[in-house]
Each structure stands twice: as C-alpha cells, then as structure tokens.
C-alpha cells in the first residue's frame, strides 16, 4: 500500500501545482514574458485565441478537485464523503489524462488540430507524456487506493 500512497502524493501534487499555475495564468503569462509567447508555447494559438481567465480559473478548480480525489484515495489526504465517489473520481481523472496524453499525440503532433510548431514540439516533448505519466498513476490509485 505505500506504493499507491506514494504515487497518490506525487499524482496529487502536480496536479495541484499545475491547478496553481492555471490559476496565476488568468492574470499573468507567467513563466513566459508576453502574452504572444505563451500563446505560442502553451496554448498553440494566436493571442485572440488565448482562453478567458475565468476558463483558466475553471481548470485551475478542476485540477485542485482532481488533486484532492486521487490525494483521498491513495490515503495521503482525508477522506471526505463516500468510498465511491473517491474511486469513481480518481478513476475518471485517469481517464481524463489519459485522454489528453493520447489525444496530443494523436491530434496536435498529427496535425489533426492545428496548432503552432513550438506548441506541437512541447506537447510532443512534455505535455502529452506528463498527462500519460499522472494518469497511469491517478489510474493506479484508482484501482487499488483505500
């Protein structure tokens, strides 16, 4: 059990860190000094095609719950509420990353959805992969956590 309570907390805190940096984004491109650079590093758009801060502040809260559903799970954070909800949630944030690690590199780097270059190497590189790595181990979690 103290691999899936290690995994839980590692899952658990980047996900709440990634949620942290989604919630400076809606202010601020920060780590990146302009809005055309993160635009073109982060998103894959023009700047007109960046996401409102509320839409950032809305991931931001999505990725704190899904910290908080694998965290609960894997017995690293307090349980609140029923057993199921924390395995059915830690379940479908697995899912979700999965999707998403899958689908970027099905879609952005086939060039199915158009993104920039700079954006298409990144998610090859880094984002893809990250989202693969969390959700085997959010899926982990799900299946053998409390």
Same mark, same amino acid.
């Given at each position: 059990?103290? *691999?899936?309570r290690?995994?839980?907390?590692?899952? +658990? #805190? /980047?996900l709440a &860190?990634? !949620?942290?940096?989604h $919630?400076?984004w809606a202010?601020t491109?920060?780590?990146?000094?302009t809005?055309?650079?993160?635009?073109?590093?982060?998103?894959?758009?023009?700047?007109?095609?960046?996401?409102s801060?509320?839409?950032?502040?809305?991931?931001?809260?999505?990725?704190? *719950?899904?910290?908080?559903?694998?965290g609960?799970? +894997? #017995? /690293?954070?307090? &349980?609140? !509420?029923?057993?199921? $909800?924390?395995?059915?949630?830690?379940?479908?944030?697995?899912a979700?990353?999965?999707?998403?690690?899958?689908?970027?590199?099905l879609?952005?780097?086939?060039?199915?959805?158009?993104r920039?270059?700079?954006?298409?190497?990144l998610?090859?590189?880094?984002?893809s992969?990250?989202?693969?790595a969390?959700? +085997? #181990? /959010?899926?982990?979690v799900?299946?053998?956590?409390?």
């Open positions: 059990m103290d *691999a899936v290690s995994t839980g907390t590692v899952v +658990a #805190g /980047a &860190a990634t !949620g942290a940096l $919630a400076v202010a491109p920060w780590p990146l000094r809005r055309e650079d993160f635009a073109d590093a982060v998103v894959g758009v023009g700047v007109e095609g960046l996401p801060p509320s839409a950032c502040l809305a991931v931001a809260g999505a990725l704190g *719950a899904a910290a908080y559903l694998v609960a799970r +894997a #017995g /690293a954070l307090p &349980a609140a !509420g029923p057993r199921w $909800a924390r395995k059915a949630g830690s379940g479908t944030v697995a979700v990353l999965l999707a998403r690690g899958a689908g970027g590199l879609l952005f780097a086939g060039g199915r959805i158009e920039t270059e700079r954006f298409r190497r998610d090859r590189r880094y984002y992969p990250l989202c693969l969390l959700g +085997a #181990g /959010a899926g982990l799900a299946a053998a956590g409390d």
